[in-house]
């Protein structure tokens, strides 16, 4: 399988471009308004043909390139289907599969920093977009946010895969870029708490709102178009 971990410098914003080798088919995970020329020429490069536009969330810091990588290449759209993406051509529940190729994506529902936040699945792979991060996790303080589901999401569902398991993060800002499930087991500090311990450090952090908020969420609810 080929994997690309791109980045954007302005949002700490990762996307995740994979493709299947022989057949060419790819999906991109959390692509960036700002970098659509970037990722369609490196689709290009690749020989690629874009079979998928999938987002994590309704993201509040950026504005996703989905609705204009479905425009260039007729790939489909896929968000959440709790995040009321009307324009959005799936909306993805836990256990749907993503197929391109001869490899299936695996939808997980891993809700708390959004009520509607996907992880995905692939191998030894998990993309887990803004609720694991290395080293920490997703903020819970807006867009239906909540500090206790988050912790069941990270608990419950993505520390049950194996300890082996690769963490591709949908944000880094202290320059990692990968890490496993038994790593954050371990050295997660926001996560070596209770249930109850978690949800109170979290309720402390009184961080600023991401500075796009107020364009980004309702032009993502437009598939980026708004």
Excluded: W
Excluded at 25 to 51: C, F, M, N, T
Excluded at 57 to 85: F, N, P
Excluded at 171 to 179: I, K, Q, W
Excluded at 182 to 206: V, Y
């Amino acid at each position: 399988m080929i994997l690309r971990q791109l980045f954007d410098h302005e949002t700490y914003t990762y996307t995740y471009l994979i493709a299947d080798e022989e057949s060419r088919e790819a999906v991109i995970i959390d692509p960036v308004k700002e970098q659509l020329s970037r990722d369609l020429k490196l689709i290009k490069e690749l020989g690629l043909s874009l079979r998928y536009a999938v987002d994590t969330h309704v993201h509040a810091d950026h504005i996703t390139s989905a609705g204009d990588l479905r425009e260039a290449t007729g790939c489909k759209t896929g968000v959440g289907a709790g995040g009321d993406v009307s324009c959005a051509d799936l909306a993805l529940k836990d256990n749907d599969e993503i197929h391109f190729g001869s490899h299936t994506l695996q939808v997980i529902t891993t809700p708390g920093h959004t009520n509607s936040c996907l992880s995905f699945h692939i191998n030894n792979i998990v993309f887990s977009g803004d609720a694991l991060f290395i080293r920490g996790t997703g903020r819970t303080d807006f867009q239906q946010g909540d500090a206790g589901t988050l912790y069941d999401s990270i608990t419950q569902k993505l520390y049950t895969l194996p300890d082996e398991t690769l963490v591709y993060p949908g944000h880094d800002y202290r320059g990692n870029t990968v890490s496993t499930i038994g790593e954050e087991k371990q050295f997660n500090p926001r996560m070596t708490h209770s249930r109850e311990q978690f949800i109170e450090q979290m309720a402390a952090l009184d961080l600023p709102n991401p500075k796009k908020i107020m364009e980004a969420v309702p032009a993502n609810l437009a598939c980026g178009q708004g």
